[in-house]
């Protein structure tokens, strides 16, 4: 019997330009619900295979179906299989991380991002630091990550997530960081323990960034990043580009160069449009996958120039790669 290929990255590029699966109730024993950023809400799975990892949001109208045969997962399209693999456990959000929202809601309007629209709760520390031990007793846990929206203001969140880093040091694993910066934020959370930070420009071009992150300074972003390089040290500082907002691929192109000049590794991220904020993207688009593989090479290459590694990277996205074509690990 012929086996069907496994996952790569032509195939999981294939998977994300999807970036959904519609599967049955009854094979979702490892789904998860993201409270961060675009793909807030939304339960998804994670597949691995060959050595790759990729998350898909589960939806029932998706041109991508998931069955079950013996110990196999198979992806089909059109009833005929792409790939055959696994779905992996999670921890929390994420396999092999307790990957944590602090606060689910944000006073900014990202109009990429369902987290204003929910204005969720704020995890207390007893409950994140409950979150962390449960991940724990799996003995799968290798790194914490914790993100957060600014719930009142970024100087009240970086409080909250200085309390929140120096609570989860005794865990001996790396913590990563994705926060909202401000003045000292840096400095704060590298003294409370963060071994990585992450601070997202969203997108490089001026003119889009105006227009779906209002309230917010690229400039104040793309200093504070400069500035963590120094602070964290090199390829422990990393940003999240999403693509798919109408940007051009010589943007992408110039805004990956500007980023690793500064010795800050991008991560290129594909546009989730939420059903409460379609109506507020209008030049937004899915990204195929050509253009996801050229843009990761692309970025491979520019990494490469500026002397950056994205293959150490311990916590977060470039470790988890479910949501990206990631250099190194993918391409």
């Not at 060959?50 to 069955?67: A, C, E, Q, W, Y």
């Not at 994420?94 to 990957?99: F, K, L, N, R, V």
């Not at 005794?170 to 000292?184: D, F």
């Amino acid at each position: 019997m012929n086996q069907m290929p496994k996952l790569n990255a032509n195939l999981k590029a294939e998977l994300l330009a999807t970036g959904s699966v519609n599967v049955d109730a009854s094979l979702l024993t490892g789904t998860s619900t993201s409270a961060a950023g675009p793909g807030t809400g939304q339960k998804s799975i994670f597949f691995t295979s060959g050595g790759h990892r990729v998350r898909l949001d589960i939806n029932k109208n998706s041109p991508l179906t998931m069955i079950k045969e013996n110990n196999d997962f198979i992806i089909l399209k059109d009833n005929n299989e792409l790939v055959r693999g696994e779905i992996e456990p999670l921890l929390a959000h994420c396999p092999e991380q307790a990957y944590i929202t602090l606060s689910e809601r944000c006073i900014y309007d990202c109009k990429f991002c369902s987290v204003p629209k929910l204005q969720g709760r704020i995890k207390t520390l007893d409950e994140v630091i409950n979150i962390v031990e449960q991940a724990k007793k799996t003995g799968l846990m290798k790194a914490i990550a914790i993100t957060s929206g600014v719930a009142e203001s970024p100087e009240d969140e970086i409080e909250r997530l200085v309390a929140v880093i120096r609570a989860l040091k005794r865990y001996n694993v790396p913590i990563g960081v994705a926060a909202y910066p401000t003045r000292n934020s840096t400095k704060l959370l590298k003294e409370a323990g963060a071994d990585e930070l992450k601070y997202n420009v969203e997108t490089m071009n001026r003119d889009i960034f105006d227009k779906v992150c209002k309230g917010l300074s690229l400039d104040f972003i793309l200093g504070s990043l400069r500035d963590a390089v120094p602070v964290f040290g090199k390829n422990r500082v990393s940003t999240n580009f999403i693509i798919g907002l109408g940007e051009t691929d010589e943007c992408v192109r110039e805004g990956v160069e500007h980023l690793a000049k500064m010795g800050v590794i991008p991560v290129l991220r594909p546009i989730t449009i939420q059903p409460l904020r379609k109506d507020e993207l209008e030049a937004a688009t899915r990204p195929r996958a050509e253009r996801l593989l050229k843009l990761a090479w692309m970025t491979r290459e520019i990494i490469d120039k500026y002397g950056l590694r994205v293959d150490v990277s311990q916590t977060m996205c470039l470790t988890c790669t479910g949501c990206d074509i990631t250099p190194y690990r993918d391409v």
